[in-house]
């Protein structure tokens, strides 16, 4: 069975662009969530999607959105980029609520 | 709120040694889970163990043991006889088991290295 996937794996982007991840969970799974990397804050949530509904949302400004389709694939997008945005952002599925969730590569996400 | 410590921040150890990665959490629930996943070098965050607040039992797998002690809200992560390729960072964290909460809480991570 196929992994998390996530595309695409490296971006570079300039303050004030917008940037559109994508995240395809492993077939069955139907909860897709969020998670942003970096050196300073460590791994934090951002959100967290079931049956294309978000189900929980972290502490992030609404700069930072999502969606999930009717697949379960999702995508997160974030608008007016700043350069603390710049973090290995990872997608993570799992088949249900109380589940261990399965990671994918992550995109590498840099703003200059 | 919920919180996850790891104390450790780099641990280096050679090889065959054994180790122990420290992990303290904090909680108001009764009802919670906790989970160690291994990040390496590639940046894929791979999943070792579940745990939920019920099971108090210690786990082996392979080399790999982990002790659970809600007494002292520990959750810690023992490799026997560790190996090159168990260089990695490693992360404890924290869900908590109510609806609409559950998140994962990462604790800060503890980069470990094995030298040959």
């Known amino acids: 069975k196929a992994g998390v996937t996530q595309t695409p794996r490296y971006l570079i982007k300039t303050r004030g662009q917008q940037v559109t991840l994508s995240c395809s969970p492993i077939?069955?799974?139907?909860?897709v969530s969020w998670y942003q990397q970096t050196p300073g804050q460590g791994l934090q949530f951002l959100f967290e999607y079931f049956s294309e509904t978000q189900r929980n949302k972290g502490n992030f400004p609404g700069r930072f959105s999502g969606r999930q389709f009717s697949n379960s694939r999702s995508e997160m997008n974030v608008s007016t980029l700043e350069l603390g945005d710049s973090a290995l952002y990872l997608c993570?599925?799992?088949?249900?609520?109380?589940?261990?969730?399965?990671f994918g590569p992550g995109t590498r996400l840099t703003v200059t | 709120a919920q919180k996850v410590t790891q104390a450790q921040t780099e641990i280096s150890v050679v090889e065959k040694e054994d180790v122990t990665l420290d992990c303290v959490y904090e909680?108001?629930?009764?009802?919670?889970?906790l989970f160690w996943y291994k990040q390496p070098p590639s940046g894929e965050l791979v999943f070792l163990i579940r745990?939920?607040?019920?099971?108090?039992q210690n786990e082996i797998s392979g080399r790999y043991s982990w002790n659970f002690q809600k007494s002292t809200s520990s959750f810690n992560f023992t490799i026997t006889a560790s190996q090159v390729v168990d260089s990695a960072v490693y992360f404890c964290?924290?869900?908590?088991?109510?609806?609409?909460?559950?998140?994962?809480?990462f604790g800060s991570g503890t980069r470990l290295q094995v030298q040959p």
């Open positions: 964290a924290l869900s908590e088991a109510p609806t609409g909460r559950r998140a994962l809480t």
């Open positions: 745990r939920n607040s019920f099971d108090e």
């Open positions: 909680t108001r629930d009764t009802t919670y889970y």
């Open positions: 993570a599925s799992k088949i249900g609520t109380a589940d261990e969730q399965y």
């Open positions: 077939s069955g799974h139907r909860s």
